[in-house]
Structures are given as structure tokens and as C-alpha cells.
């Protein structure tokens, strides 16, 4: 068995800038992994079959499976005569803005490249990634990026400085494409994105406190009114500042100091059952 890490995802920045004749947004947003991942178990199967299993109860364990699909896109565009059991133990909240699932497929390709003896470099995997899901190329990177297009063109950044990350997701799933609906491009207010590189390239922890930004929070606000008083709570118990992740629902604080994290993880756990407090990661992955 082949075990791959399958870290979670937050925006520091998102931005949409306008909307492509292919009716995807054209999006610039900057990424970073969080040490809060799924754990990718790959098992060679002899009998050819993509079998899927996951300790999430609520992870479809077919081809609608983000990991399934990279297991079949890998076995298809390399004639791949074995099958693989792929098992996900779920640590990423489902349907949350953290790109649990395009993670497990990214953990999936970087793991059936060694498992398959297939060699191929990370950037290949990462142009199979695109034809998955949009976050799927920055996944397979991992660290921090740059994503611009409709997420897939990656550029590298330095990583975060180092700091604490308090997560918080309500009870409820948010659907991307009904936020992206949402959406009025006349009236948003742009993160200052080129602000964050400058932080991230400076080390600078304020900076990157003030540049935090993210176009879809307030139409997810408007949708669900939780996440906004999520948002409230954890700046009032004490975080340097807050965001909400992708198209939501989870929103992150950060924090610099320890002594803090206690009391905002357990203020916030009055409010909402899942919590989480982790570190940033920021490095770029290795081949599996």
C-alpha cells in the first residue's frame, strides 16, 4: 500500500476579473496548503478495476469521485492494465472552499505515477490535473501559488511567513457555481493581489494581514448569513484577521501567536462543531 498526503487549500487572495466566452470566470487568486490533509491509500489491483473507498460517509465512492477520475484519466491515457484501490481517510471538511477533493485527486495522480511506474514529471501531472478540476494543478503542486486563468496556470511564491491558521466551517455546504452566479463584476471591491506577492516575497506578516481578500465572500455573506457571523466571532475572539476560503463556507483567521490559539479555537467552538487550529505549510510538493 501507497500512502500520499492530500493537504487542504486557502485563498489568501480571490479575484474574478470577468467572464470567458467558455462561461468560466477568468479568476487571479494566490493559494496556500494548510497542515490539514486526507491521508490517499493506493492499493495495485490485478483484476484492471478503479475501486474507490472512503471513511467519509458522504464522499461519493464512484466516477462523480474527483480521485476516481484520476485514477481512470491515468489508466486511460497510458493503456494502464492494472486496477488500484484507492482508499481516502477524510480530514477535510466536504464542500468546504478547501479543495478537499481536487487534493485527493492530485494525491492520486502523484501516487499512481510511482505506483504504475509511469515517470512522469510534475508538471504533466499537473496539465492531466486541469482536464479534472480547476484547483486539481495547483494541488498537485502545492505550497504557494499564483493561480490565474480559470485556476489551472500556476505560478510559484514564496511561501507564507509562518503562522497559525484557525478554521471554522458552519453546517452547510455552499455550491460554487450558485456563488459564482451571484456575482455582480460592476461592483466588487479587487484584492490587492499584487500587495500579498510583495508580503509573501518580503516575509512581511501584517502586510499580508492587510492584503487578505477575497470577491466571493460578501455574495456567500448574503446567501448564508452564518458564515458572516462566523467571520465576526473570530475577529472578536482576537484572530489578526479573517477571510473566507474559496466559495466558502469555512472561514480562516490567522494568528502569530500561540498563547492566542486556545482561546479563539475554543471561543469558536461554541459557534460551530468543526474546528480546526493548523499550521501553514507554504512548500512545494515533491513526486510521491
Known sequence: MLYVKAPAKINLTLDVLYK?????????MIMTTID????????????GKIVL?????????DERN???QAAKLLKNTYNIQEGVTVTIDKEIPVAAGLAGGSSDAAATLRGLNKLWNLNLSIDTLAELGAKIGSDVPFCVYGGTALATGRGEKIKPLPAPPNCWVILAKPKIGVSTAHVY??????NIVHPNTEQMIRSLKENDYNLMC?????????VTCNLYPEVAIIKEQMIRFGVDAALMSGSGPTVFGLLNSESRVNRVYNGLKG????VYAVRMLGGRNTLA
Open 20 to 28: 470567458r466566452p467558455d462561461n468560466y470566470h477568468e479568476v487571479e
Open 36 to 47: 490539514l490533509a486526507d491521508r490517499i491509500g493506493l492499493q495495485q489491483r490485478m483484476d
Open 53 to 61: 473507498q472512503s471513511s467519509s460517509g458522504i464522499v461519493p465512492e
Open 66 to 68: 474527483l480521485a476516481y
Open 181 to 186: 452566479g451571484g456575482l455582480n463584476l460592476e
Open 210 to 218: 492587510k492584503s487578505l481578500g477575497n470577491v466571493l465572500e460578501s
Open 271 to 274: 459557534f460551530c462543531e468543526e
